[in-house]
Every structure is written in C-alpha cells, then in structure tokens.
C-alpha cells in the first residue's frame, strides 16, 4: 500500500525505489498517532525496522500490529512520555538498539503537542514549559542519548520535524512556534557539529498542513477533507531518510515546495 504512495504524483521523474529503507534502523517518536503513524509504516514498507517511541501504548501496539501484517521488518515499540524525560532516561533505550540492531540509521522528531493559541502577553507558564520540554527539551535529550548509536551506522540522518510558524513567527502561536524556532536552531548547531564526521546529517522538515488531530485542534473551523494526508507528504520523509540525501546536512525542507533531487 505504501509503495503507492507516490502514484499521487507521478510527475516525479524518481520515483523511491521499493528496498529504499532495506535493513535500515529508524526510531520514531510521537509514533502512535497522526504523521508519525503514518511514517513509521511507510519507513518499514520500504524495509526498514522501525522502533515506535510515543505516549499511548495501545496506539503504538496498533502501529505495530499494522506493521507486522503489511511487512516481515522487525518493529518495537517503546512506550515513553516525553513530558516526563529525565538526563539519562533513554540510556536503556540505546542499549536496546545496540543490543537488538546493532547501530541507529534514522531519528524521526516527530512528537509535538501544539499548547495553547493565545497572546504571548496572556500565555500560561505551565504550558509553555510543558511545550518547551516535549517539543524541545525532550528532543535535544534523545538525540543526545541516540548519538551514539547513530555514529555506529555509516551514514545516518536525524530530521527534526519543524511548522510554517517555526520560520516565521504568527500572532498567536505561543510556545509551539517558538519551539519549531528553537528546533530549528538546535538542528543547525548539530549539524555544524557533525558535518566534519560526515556521517551524521541533520534537517528540518516543515510537514504543512496535514490532516491530523493537532491541526483539527488548531483549526477547529476548517473542513479536514480539505487537506492533505499524512500519506501524501511521505515522499520527502523517505527522501531525507533514504539514500540520495546522504551529503545533505543542516538544510530547511518543506513539504509544499520541496521536488525530488
Ligand atoms: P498529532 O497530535 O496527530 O500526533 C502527535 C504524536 O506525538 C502523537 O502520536 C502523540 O502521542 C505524540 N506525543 C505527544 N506528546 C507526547 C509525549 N509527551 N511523549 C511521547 N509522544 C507524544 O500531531 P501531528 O501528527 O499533526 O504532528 C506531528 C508533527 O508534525 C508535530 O511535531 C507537529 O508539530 C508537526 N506539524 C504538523 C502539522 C499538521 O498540519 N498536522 C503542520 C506542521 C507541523 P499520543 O497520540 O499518544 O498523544
């Protein structure tokens, strides 16, 4: 099903080959739900092994399942509320991965929570440091702990998962935007750092408007039929996970302008 993922446009001149992902060690976090659901499926229906980090574990058993059925990879599930990450918390993780696979070859940031759409003036405290430690904080400490792991593969990719509101800022956004900002920076920072290695690349993928439950929630209004799917962004996700961008760091992607190289 995945693999006709590009039928919608076939105007692509490269199509993404089928073994794209073969054998490939992807972590995915916010994996139970929305985009990274989605994600997770196509990166194993492309052959990677995919390791299902997020909040609700019946959600990530679902993915799993669906997984399972729909392809012979080797997927996990690590059950982790990203609200609670402490220094250190996923040292038993990465000596899983090393345990289980060996190495790590991708690091999808997907998990998000949107906070609260008002003035900054009016903002609330909590909130703001509840989305600054999932959408922020949290990933920093991951990547840091996953590091590692990432270095014992010979060529892996991080993608950090941005917002429109993350490269230029909108009145009432709040802590969301100024933590797709703040994404946005810690991707340049590491990216800088590991260019000289060349084995490590870092960027940042704005999904746009995906038909999702965070974006019913920010656009309560709108009409979600309407909108693209998770399924329809998938090409530049299998893009800056896959092969042909290996030698692509520290770039800005954006699903509405991107074409395939
Ligand atoms: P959803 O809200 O649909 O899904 C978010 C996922 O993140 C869920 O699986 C959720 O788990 C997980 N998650 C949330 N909080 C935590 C936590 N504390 N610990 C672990 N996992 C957590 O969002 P989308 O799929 O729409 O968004 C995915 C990413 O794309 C986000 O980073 C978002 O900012 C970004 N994005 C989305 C756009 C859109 O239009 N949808 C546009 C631009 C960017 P659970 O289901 O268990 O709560």
Redesign the pocket.
Known sequence: MYKQLSEARKKWAQPMPDGLLEGQIILV?????????TAARCFASFGANVILL???QS?LESVYDQIKQETATDPVVVP????NYLDGGCNELLDMIIEHYGRLDGLLH????LGDKVPLEHYNLDTWNKVMQ?NVSAVHALTSAMLPGLRKSTAASVVF?S?SVGRHGRAYWGAYAVSKFAIEGMAQVLADETEQAGIVRVNTL?????K????AAAYPNEDPESLQCAEDKMDLYLYLMGKQSIGVTGRQFSSANWEPI
Do not use: F
């Not at 976090?29 to 929305?34: E, P």
């Open positions: 976090t916010g994996a139970g739900a929305g985009i990274g659901a997020g909040r609700t959600k982790y509320d990203l609200a997907n998990a998000g929570i999932i998962t917002s704005n999904p746009g408007a995906t999702t439950a965070m974006r």
